[in-house]
C-alpha cells in the first residue's frame, strides 16, 4: 500500500492539496455510501490536523478512492468517530492498513 500521512497546519491546506491531486468528491457528503460500503474504498492520503490549544480543534483528512476510481475527501472531526461513523471505519482501514505493510 502506497498510502502517505502527511501534517499540515491547516486543514484547508490539506484538502487544497488533495484537490490538486483530483480528490474532488465530498465523501462527507455521501457518508452513509462509505459506512455501506466501506469494502469499495481504498485510503490513499491521510492528513492529520492537531489543534494547537483545544483538542476539540483536531481533524484528520482523509484522501479516498472508490473502486471505480472516484477520488474524494472525507474530514474527520474531534468528534466524528461514533460507532457507525464513516469516519470510524476508515480510522480503522487506516490502522489495519498499517498494520498490513
Request: aromatic share 10%; with cysteine.
Amino acid at each position: 500500500m502506497d498510502r502517505q500521512m502527511y501534517h499540515y497546519a491547516t486543514v484547508s491546506k490539506a484538502l487544497e492539496e488533495l484537490a490538486q491531486k483530483g480528490f474532488t468528491t465530498d465523501f462527507n457528503l455521501e457518508e452513509e455510501r462509505i459506512v455501506n460500503h466501506c469494502e469499495d474504498f481504498t485510503i490513499e492520503h491521510i492528513y492529520r490536523y492537531e489543534g494547537e490549544t483545544d483538542p476539540g480543534d483536531e481533524a484528520t483528512v482523509y484522501g479516498i478512492q472508490s473502486k471505480d476510481g472516484e477520488k474524494g475527501v472525507f474530514v474527520a472531526g474531534h468528534g466524528a468517530y461514533t460507532e457507525k461513523s464513516a469516519a470510524k471505519m476508515l480510522h480503522e482501514m487506516s490502522i489495519k492498513g498499517r498494520n498490513d505493510e
